[in-house]
Protein backbone atom coordinates (compact mmCIF):
# COMPACT_ATOMS: atom_id res chain seq x y z
CA UNK A 1 0.00 0.00 0.00
CA UNK A 2 0.99 3.53 -1.18
CA UNK A 3 0.41 5.16 2.54
CA UNK A 4 1.34 2.09 4.31
CA UNK A 5 4.42 2.54 2.26
CA UNK A 6 5.01 6.49 3.39
CA UNK A 7 4.66 5.88 7.14
CA UNK A 8 7.58 3.45 6.82
CA UNK A 9 9.71 5.77 5.41
CA UNK A 10 8.79 8.77 7.61
CA UNK A 11 8.68 6.24 11.00
CA UNK A 12 12.33 5.58 9.38
CA UNK A 13 13.88 8.92 8.61
CA UNK A 14 12.06 10.36 12.30
CA UNK A 15 13.95 7.47 14.26
CA UNK A 16 17.02 8.38 12.13
CA UNK A 17 16.98 11.89 12.94
CA UNK A 18 16.26 11.29 16.77
CA UNK A 19 19.42 8.80 16.79
CA UNK A 20 21.50 12.16 14.92
CA UNK A 21 19.91 14.45 17.46
CA UNK A 22 21.31 12.02 20.49
CA UNK A 23 24.52 11.17 19.27
CA UNK A 24 25.48 14.96 18.34
CA UNK A 25 24.29 15.88 22.10
CA UNK A 26 26.35 13.39 23.14
CA UNK A 27 29.67 14.51 21.34
CA UNK A 28 29.06 17.81 22.69
CA UNK A 29 28.44 17.06 26.27
CA UNK A 30 31.59 14.92 25.56
CA UNK A 31 33.00 17.69 24.42
CA UNK A 32 32.64 20.31 27.05
CA UNK A 33 33.31 17.81 29.48
CA UNK A 34 36.94 17.49 28.36
CA UNK A 35 37.22 21.22 28.00
CA UNK A 36 36.37 21.34 31.50
CA UNK A 37 38.97 18.93 32.32
CA UNK A 38 41.66 20.92 30.12
CA UNK A 39 40.66 24.42 31.16
CA UNK A 40 41.17 23.41 34.85
CA UNK A 41 37.48 22.36 35.65
CA UNK A 42 36.44 26.39 36.42
CA UNK A 43 32.59 25.63 35.92
CA UNK A 44 31.15 27.74 33.26
CA UNK A 45 27.50 29.35 32.90
CA UNK A 46 24.94 30.11 35.56
CA UNK A 47 23.40 26.87 36.01
CA UNK A 48 20.54 26.26 37.72
CA UNK A 49 21.44 27.31 41.75
CA UNK A 50 20.87 30.91 39.44
CA UNK A 51 17.62 30.59 38.68
CA UNK A 52 15.55 33.37 39.80
CA UNK A 53 18.24 35.52 40.31
CA UNK A 54 19.96 37.76 39.80
CA UNK A 55 22.75 37.20 37.66
CA UNK A 56 25.85 38.78 38.01
CA UNK A 57 29.54 38.58 36.89
CA UNK A 58 31.97 40.72 38.84
CA UNK A 59 35.36 41.09 37.50
CA UNK A 60 38.04 40.77 40.55
CA UNK A 61 37.51 40.27 44.13
CA UNK A 62 36.72 43.57 45.55
CA UNK A 63 33.90 43.30 43.12
CA UNK A 64 33.29 39.63 44.13
CA UNK A 65 32.46 40.51 47.93
CA UNK A 66 30.64 44.03 47.77
CA UNK A 67 28.29 42.13 45.12
CA UNK A 68 27.95 39.65 47.66
CA UNK A 69 27.56 42.21 50.39
CA UNK A 70 24.28 43.58 49.03
CA UNK A 71 23.23 41.20 46.83
CA UNK A 72 22.81 37.83 49.59
CA UNK A 73 21.02 35.40 48.62
CA UNK A 74 19.11 37.27 46.04
CA UNK A 75 22.08 37.14 43.48
CA UNK A 76 24.34 35.17 41.72
CA UNK A 77 28.07 36.25 41.48
CA UNK A 78 30.52 34.57 39.29
CA UNK A 79 34.30 36.07 39.72
CA UNK A 80 36.08 36.60 36.65
CA UNK A 81 39.51 36.68 37.67
CA UNK A 82 40.31 33.30 39.37
CA UNK A 83 40.80 32.92 43.03
CA UNK A 84 44.93 33.20 43.62
CA UNK A 85 45.12 34.99 40.18
CA UNK A 86 47.63 38.20 40.32
CA UNK A 87 44.62 40.29 37.84
CA UNK A 88 46.88 42.74 36.69
CA UNK A 89 48.30 40.31 34.20
CA UNK A 90 45.27 38.51 33.94
CA UNK A 91 43.66 38.39 30.18
CA UNK A 92 39.89 36.63 29.43
CA UNK A 93 39.57 33.97 27.20
CA UNK A 94 37.16 33.80 24.68
CA UNK A 95 35.25 30.61 27.13
CA UNK A 96 35.06 34.05 29.91
CA UNK A 97 32.18 35.40 27.71
CA UNK A 98 30.15 32.33 28.12
CA UNK A 99 29.23 33.77 31.33
CA UNK A 100 28.76 37.56 30.62
CA UNK A 101 26.47 35.61 27.82
CA UNK A 102 24.07 34.93 30.51
CA UNK A 103 24.45 37.20 33.17
CA UNK A 104 22.36 39.99 33.78
CA UNK A 105 24.83 42.24 35.41
CA UNK A 106 28.76 42.94 34.76
CA UNK A 107 30.28 44.53 37.86
CA UNK A 108 34.01 46.03 37.23
CA UNK A 109 36.65 48.71 39.20
CA UNK A 110 37.22 50.85 36.41
CA UNK A 111 40.09 53.12 36.43
CA UNK A 112 42.28 51.15 34.26
CA UNK A 113 42.21 47.97 36.26
CA UNK A 114 40.78 45.76 33.86
CA UNK A 115 42.28 46.91 30.84
CA UNK A 116 40.60 44.50 29.05
CA UNK A 117 36.95 45.43 29.46
CA UNK A 118 35.82 47.38 26.70
CA UNK A 119 37.02 44.84 24.03
CA UNK A 120 35.41 41.97 26.12
CA UNK A 121 32.21 44.51 25.82
CA UNK A 122 32.70 44.90 22.57
CA UNK A 123 32.72 40.80 21.47
CA UNK A 124 29.41 40.08 24.16
CA UNK A 125 26.30 39.38 21.91
CA UNK A 126 24.08 40.12 25.11
CA UNK A 127 22.04 42.96 24.53
CA UNK A 128 20.50 42.97 27.89
CA UNK A 129 23.93 42.95 29.69
CA UNK A 130 24.08 46.00 32.32
CA UNK A 131 28.00 47.04 32.44
CA UNK A 132 28.99 48.88 36.11
CA UNK A 133 31.62 50.78 36.09
CA UNK A 134 32.26 50.67 39.99
CA UNK A 135 34.87 53.60 40.43
CA UNK A 136 32.51 55.78 38.12
CA UNK A 137 32.12 58.40 41.29
CA UNK A 138 35.35 58.39 43.04
CA UNK A 139 37.77 61.14 42.42
CA UNK A 140 40.86 59.16 40.64
CA UNK A 141 44.68 59.68 41.08
CA UNK A 142 47.14 59.87 38.74
CA UNK A 143 49.83 57.26 39.00
CA UNK A 144 52.02 60.10 38.70
CA UNK A 145 50.83 61.81 41.87
CA UNK A 146 51.35 58.76 43.82
CA UNK A 147 54.37 57.63 42.33
CA UNK A 148 55.97 61.12 42.74
CA UNK A 149 54.44 61.29 46.82
CA UNK A 150 57.08 58.62 47.84
CA UNK A 151 59.98 60.62 46.01
CA UNK A 152 59.27 64.07 46.40
CA UNK A 153 62.17 64.50 48.69
CA UNK A 154 64.70 62.44 46.33
CA UNK A 155 67.32 63.96 43.77
CA UNK A 156 67.17 61.22 41.09
CA UNK A 157 64.64 62.86 38.90
CA UNK A 158 66.00 60.85 35.74
CA UNK A 159 65.29 57.35 37.35
CA UNK A 160 62.15 58.02 37.97
CA UNK A 161 60.80 59.66 35.14
CA UNK A 162 61.89 56.44 33.31
CA UNK A 163 59.72 54.11 35.94
CA UNK A 164 56.90 56.88 35.30
CA UNK A 165 56.74 56.51 31.53
CA UNK A 166 57.05 52.53 31.87
CA UNK A 167 53.95 52.76 34.82
CA UNK A 168 52.23 54.96 32.92
CA UNK A 169 52.56 53.04 29.30
CA UNK A 170 51.19 49.88 30.89
CA UNK A 171 48.93 51.17 33.74
CA UNK A 172 46.98 53.71 32.21
CA UNK A 173 46.48 56.99 33.74
CA UNK A 174 44.84 56.73 37.21
CA UNK A 175 45.78 54.36 40.22
CA UNK A 176 43.24 51.65 40.04
CA UNK A 177 42.97 50.41 43.44
CA UNK A 178 40.23 53.14 44.56
CA UNK A 179 39.14 50.15 47.36
CA UNK A 180 41.76 50.60 49.84
CA UNK A 181 40.22 53.70 50.77
CA UNK A 182 37.01 52.37 52.95
CA UNK A 183 35.68 55.93 52.59
CA UNK A 184 36.03 54.95 48.34
CA UNK A 185 34.72 51.03 49.40
CA UNK A 186 31.54 52.61 50.91
CA UNK A 187 31.33 55.33 46.89
CA UNK A 188 31.64 51.90 44.91
CA UNK A 189 29.41 49.61 47.09
CA UNK A 190 26.73 52.46 46.65
CA UNK A 191 27.19 52.14 42.85
CA UNK A 192 26.14 48.52 42.96
CA UNK A 193 23.43 48.99 44.83
CA UNK A 194 21.99 51.59 42.83
CA UNK A 195 22.46 48.97 40.14
CA UNK A 196 21.14 45.93 41.60
CA UNK A 197 18.13 48.16 42.41
CA UNK A 198 17.62 49.29 39.10
CA UNK A 199 17.46 45.58 37.95
CA UNK A 200 15.27 43.92 40.65
CA UNK A 201 13.29 46.69 42.11
CA UNK A 202 11.22 44.03 43.64
CA UNK A 203 14.13 43.68 45.75
CA UNK A 204 14.88 47.35 46.67
CA UNK A 205 14.54 47.45 50.52
CA UNK A 206 16.61 44.61 51.00
CA UNK A 207 19.17 46.09 48.83
CA UNK A 208 18.49 49.34 50.51
CA UNK A 209 19.05 47.82 53.88
CA UNK A 210 22.22 45.61 53.39
CA UNK A 211 23.43 49.27 51.78
CA UNK A 212 22.97 50.75 54.62
CA UNK A 213 24.59 48.32 56.86
CA UNK A 214 27.84 48.10 54.49
CA UNK A 215 28.22 51.89 54.76
CA UNK A 216 28.17 51.48 58.27
CA UNK A 217 31.17 48.99 58.01
CA UNK A 218 33.22 50.89 55.89
CA UNK A 219 32.14 54.61 58.14
CA UNK A 220 33.48 52.28 60.94
CA UNK A 221 36.18 50.98 59.31
CA UNK A 222 37.40 54.42 57.91
CA UNK A 223 37.74 55.63 62.02
CA UNK A 224 39.65 52.60 63.11
CA UNK A 225 42.24 53.93 60.11
CA UNK A 226 42.04 57.35 61.18
CA UNK A 227 42.89 57.05 64.34
CA UNK A 228 45.28 54.17 64.94
CA UNK A 229 47.24 55.57 61.82
CA UNK A 230 47.14 58.96 63.35
CA UNK A 231 50.20 58.51 65.25
CA UNK A 232 52.09 58.04 62.13
CA UNK A 233 51.08 60.73 59.92
CA UNK A 234 54.08 60.99 57.61
CA UNK A 235 55.51 57.89 58.21
CA UNK A 236 56.45 55.31 55.12
CA UNK A 237 55.37 51.97 53.90
CA UNK A 238 57.39 50.03 51.91
CA UNK A 239 54.80 47.47 49.85
CA UNK A 240 55.24 44.99 47.17
CA UNK A 241 53.33 46.97 44.58
CA UNK A 242 51.94 50.24 44.76
CA UNK A 243 48.42 49.74 45.63
CA UNK A 244 48.64 52.00 48.04
CA UNK A 245 47.78 55.54 47.07
CA UNK A 246 44.11 56.51 48.41
CA UNK A 247 44.79 54.63 51.32
CA UNK A 248 48.07 56.84 51.90
CA UNK A 249 46.73 59.67 50.83
CA UNK A 250 43.26 59.61 53.20
CA UNK A 251 45.51 58.68 56.34
CA UNK A 252 48.39 60.82 55.57
CA UNK A 253 51.23 58.40 54.91
CA UNK A 254 53.61 57.48 52.24
CA UNK A 255 54.37 54.54 49.99
CA UNK A 256 57.69 53.18 48.93
CA UNK A 257 56.65 50.68 46.08
CA UNK A 258 58.91 47.94 45.08
CA UNK A 259 56.93 46.88 41.95
CA UNK A 260 55.03 50.13 40.20
CA UNK A 261 51.22 50.67 40.54
CA UNK A 262 50.60 47.12 38.13
CA UNK A 263 52.77 44.48 39.85
CA UNK A 264 54.66 43.79 36.61
CA UNK A 265 57.99 44.51 37.15
CA UNK A 266 60.41 44.17 39.28
CA UNK A 267 62.96 46.77 40.30
CA UNK A 268 66.60 46.75 38.30
CA UNK A 269 69.73 47.13 40.21
CA UNK A 270 69.56 51.00 40.57
CA UNK A 271 65.61 51.21 42.10
CA UNK A 272 66.56 48.45 44.38
CA UNK A 273 69.23 50.62 45.58
CA UNK A 274 67.48 53.33 45.65
CA UNK A 275 64.52 51.52 47.99
CA UNK A 276 67.05 50.20 50.32
CA UNK A 277 68.48 53.67 50.52
CA UNK A 278 65.30 54.87 51.67
CA UNK A 279 64.50 52.33 53.99
CA UNK A 280 67.86 53.60 56.13
CA UNK A 281 67.38 57.47 55.87
CA UNK A 282 63.35 57.18 56.62
CA UNK A 283 64.44 54.03 59.24
CA UNK A 284 61.95 52.02 58.14
CA UNK A 285 61.45 49.26 60.15
CA UNK A 286 59.16 46.68 57.86
CA UNK A 287 59.32 45.25 53.74
CA UNK A 288 55.43 44.28 53.14
CA UNK A 289 55.05 41.42 50.95
CA UNK A 290 51.75 40.22 49.04
CA UNK A 291 50.18 36.96 49.06
CA UNK A 292 49.71 36.92 45.08
CA UNK A 293 53.62 38.48 44.27
CA UNK A 294 56.79 36.57 44.40
CA UNK A 295 58.31 37.55 47.83
CA UNK A 296 61.63 37.09 46.71
CA UNK A 297 62.37 41.39 46.30
CA UNK A 298 60.86 41.79 49.38
CA UNK A 299 62.66 39.16 51.28
CA UNK A 300 65.94 40.37 49.89
CA UNK A 301 65.70 43.92 50.71
CA UNK A 302 64.53 43.35 54.15
CA UNK A 303 67.70 40.79 54.47
CA UNK A 304 70.15 43.86 53.32
CA UNK A 305 68.75 46.27 55.84
CA UNK A 306 67.86 43.74 58.59
CA UNK A 307 64.10 44.85 58.51
CA UNK A 308 61.40 42.36 59.27
CA UNK A 309 58.36 41.39 56.68
CA UNK A 310 55.09 41.42 56.88
CA UNK A 311 52.04 40.99 54.18
CA UNK A 312 49.81 43.54 53.17
CA UNK A 313 47.17 42.56 51.34
CA UNK A 314 45.83 45.12 48.26
CA UNK A 315 42.99 42.58 47.35
CA UNK A 316 44.03 42.54 43.90
CA UNK A 317 42.66 39.25 44.66
CA UNK A 318 42.61 36.40 47.32
CA UNK A 319 43.35 32.54 47.21
CA UNK A 320 41.07 30.20 47.52
CA UNK A 321 41.29 29.28 50.87
CA UNK A 322 41.41 32.63 52.15
CA UNK A 323 37.88 32.42 50.44
CA UNK A 324 36.77 29.39 51.89
CA UNK A 325 37.99 30.32 55.31
CA UNK A 326 35.54 33.68 55.41
CA UNK A 327 38.02 36.52 54.91
CA UNK A 328 36.58 38.85 52.99
CA UNK A 329 36.93 43.05 52.16
CA UNK A 330 36.48 43.62 56.36
CA UNK A 331 38.31 41.18 58.10
CA UNK A 332 41.34 41.56 55.29
CA UNK A 333 41.28 45.46 56.11
CA UNK A 334 40.95 45.27 59.56
CA UNK A 335 44.47 43.17 59.37
CA UNK A 336 46.08 45.28 57.02
CA UNK A 337 45.27 47.93 59.64
CA UNK A 338 47.25 45.92 62.59
CA UNK A 339 50.14 45.10 60.11
CA UNK A 340 50.47 48.99 59.33
CA UNK A 341 50.82 49.77 62.62
CA UNK A 342 52.79 46.94 63.75
CA UNK A 343 55.56 48.07 60.67
CA UNK A 344 55.69 51.33 62.51
CA UNK A 345 56.53 49.59 65.90
ZN1 LIG B 1 47.31 45.92 42.20
Known amino acids: MKSGSFEEVSRFSRVSRVKRVVAGFLSVAFLSGAMGVLSGCKKRGFGKDAEGKVKVVASIYPMYDFVKRIGGDLVAVKMLVPAGTEPHSWEPSTRDMQDLEEADLFVYNGAGMEAWADDLLGTIQNKDLIAVEASKDVSLLKTEEVHHDAHEDEDHDDDHEDHDEEGHHHHGEYDPHVWLS ?27 KNLEEAKKECEALDSAFEAELAPYKGGYIVVAHEAYGYLCKEYGIKQIGIEGVSADQEPDAARMREIIDMVREYGIKCIFFEELVDPKVAKSIADETGCKTMALSPLDGLTKEDIDSGRDYFSVMKDNLQALVDSFQ
Open 182 to 208: PKNAEVEISAIADALIEKDPEHADTYR
